[in-house]
């Protein structure tokens, strides 16, 4: 698996953690490289949708998960 950036819609559907096949990819991925990759402009994505919808818990895990 190469090193890659994940976008919005990817790191959403990570962060649910609903779906079983997208949880063991990036399992596997973080077990390979240690960490995600994603750009400022899907962490300001994340974040808007986030505060939009004022899900605090979501919104304090979210930035707890930028600081790994």
């Not at 819609?9 to 063991?24: A, C, P, Y």
């Not at 991925?29 to 899900?55: D, N, P």
């Amino acid at each position: 698996m190469p090193r890659c950036l994940l976008d919005t819609d990817t790191l959403s559907e990570v962060m649910r953690g609903q779906n079983r096949h997208v949880q063991n990819r990036a399992n596997h991925y973080v077990a390979q490289f240690g960490t995600f990759r994603f750009s400022h402009i899907t962490r300001y994505e994340i974040l808007r949708g986030l505060k939009a919808r004022a899900a605090t818990r979501q919104l304090s895990d979210f930035e707890a998960f930028c600081r790994v």
